[in-house]
């Protein structure tokens, strides 16, 4: 058979592509135009092209978040946005905690910046998180357990373990007040058992018995285990001490500590959940999960996220065990309050926080949902609506896309969080401590930006052993 093909270039690969037509490589004998360079018709590349390889240049570092970090100008700068959100306080809040908070903190963050600036770079940052994580944690935090000073919702949480113990019941009967209302589940009782085991009458007892500072242990042994589960091998080290100061001393999370604190533990197991679930810890992440939704309410988003991402890596029967050791045994710790309180369960817990109830909760920021609720019974449904409407979208979106690593269910949790907390009719800007640590936490965690998991190179086969010439 005659061969019609023109001699020296290759087959179209199909017959409407339209590619061009390219030199079939050929071997040669001359030597190469340039040293270093391989000889004509040879690639360069050690293997063929990959099925999904980027065949573009690799794009610049330059916006590298790990790179940005490391700069100094970026810690500087971080450092007066933190200064200056601090600063803010004493002269905008009404809350004298608060107001304490932000003139101890405030030169904290300056002093951190100017160790930033001046210092030298191999122990510059170490040094400035130090500086920042004493000033605007450990000295008010300090100071006001050792005063007894508090937000409203610590002794909340420390009279619901009294009444816990004494009663059996976590909630005020007939509350009158807006400190009567109790708007966490019964598992938050938890952190209030230290004080009502050590009491208050010496300096050690005031502070070591101080909710907070369970708070404050929770979430950071939370972050520890997230980081040492999602780790990549070799590339992190065992103990995040940077990371974990610096998120710590930020002002989002370093002002809620040092006067409430109540979401903290929140976030730290929505975060372990996630994390739990990526690795296939399903008893692990069920009781976590148990252990979130009996906290509040608003965690049981977490829930299905974490189901959904155990189901789509390894199938139905983790996601189904975890599923039911979350619902299990999250349903026992709740039940009793169910059936011997439910109306102030269901008032205290649900619609004291919705805004719906005859006493109006005090959380209160220029939220859109807020904005809406302040024009009266029609905003207050308005906002309600919106921010039903917006979750189901989330749900749709959960459902149509699961999450294939615990990055991308963070990214979905926090996203759902977000939305409900800014429509929400009563809201605070420190709830969105939670959407926040959920999108960099898990991230720093891994090592990674995107939220895709990684592909493990597939190895490539031994060469064949040589043939030895017979004898």
Not at 78 to 92: E, H, S, T
Not at 359 to 385: E, M
Request: aromatic share 8%; hydrophobic share 50%; glycine share 8%.
């Amino acid at each position: 058979m005659v061969s019609t093909r023109t001699p020296g270039f290759s087959r179209p690969r199909g017959r409407f592509t339209g590619r061009a037509r390219t030199p079939a490589q050929t071997v040669s004998a001359e030597r190469p135009s340039r040293p270093g360079r391989p000889p004509r018709g040879f690639s360069a590349r050690p293997f063929p092209r990959q099925r999904g390889e980027s065949t573009f240049p690799p794009t610049s570092d330059r916006w590298n978040p790990a790179r940005l970090a490391s700069l100094r100008s970026v810690q500087l700068l971080g450092c007066l946005i933190a200064a200056g959100w601090a600063a803010a306080f004493p002269l905008v809040s009404d809350l004298p905690n608060q107001r304490l908070w932000g003139l101890v903190a405030a030169p904290a963050y300056l002093l951190a910046g100017l160790f930033c600036l001046t210092l030298p770079r191999s122990y510059a940052p170490r040094t400035a998180a130090a500086v920042a994580l004493a000033g605007a944690v450990f000295a008010p935090l300090g100071l006001l357990a050792l005063t007894g000073r508090h937000q409203s919702e610590v002794m909340v949480v420390e009279r619901s373990a009294h009444l816990l113990l004494t009663t059996g019941d976590a909630y005020l009967p007939h509350p009158v007040i807006v400190t009567d209302y109790n708007p966490y589940l019964p598992a938050m009782a938890l952190f209030g058992l230290p004080r009502q085991l050590l009491g208050n009458s010496t300096a050690f007892a005031r502070v070591v018995g101080d909710a907070r500072i369970w708070f404050a242990l929770t979430f950071v042994v939370c972050l520890l285990a997230v980081w040492r589960l999602l780790r990549p091998s070799g590339g992190a080290p065992r103990v995040p001490l940077l990371p974990l100061a610096v998120l710590t001393a930020s002002p989002l999370i370093a002002l809620a500590l040092a006067v409430g604190g109540v979401d903290l533990p929140l976030i730290g197991v929505c975060c372990l959940a996630m994390a739990l679930a990526e690795r296939n810890r399903t008893v692990g992440a069920g009781l976590v999960l148990a252990l979130a939704c009996s906290l509040k309410w608003t965690a049981w988003p977490a829930l299905p996220v974490a189901v959904l991402l155990l189901w789509r890596l390894y199938g139905r029967r983790p996601a189904a065990r975890t599923a039911l050791i979350g619902v299990g045994v999250s349903a026992a710790v709740i039940l009793p309050s169910v059936l011997t309180q439910p109306d102030q369960l269901r008032d205290q817990v649900v619609r004291f926080p919705l805004g719906m109830t005859a006493i109006r909760t005090p959380a209160g920021s220029p939220l859109p949902g807020k904005v809406l609720a302040g024009f009266g019974p029609t905003g207050h449904s308005i906002s309600l609506a919106l921010m039903t409407v917006a979750l189901v979208g989330v749900a749709i979106w959960l459902l149509a896309r699961p999450p294939v690593s615990a990055i991308a269910a963070a990214d979905l949790l926090a996203a759902g969080l977000a939305i409900a907390f800014a429509l929400a009719p009563a809201g605070r800007f420190g709830y969105l401590a939670l959407p926040v640590v959920l999108v960099i936490w898990p991230r720093l965690a891994a090592r990674r930006w995107s939220s895709r998991r990684p592909v493990r190179p597939r190895p490539l086969p031994d060469p064949p052993e040589p043939v030895l010439p017979r004898r």
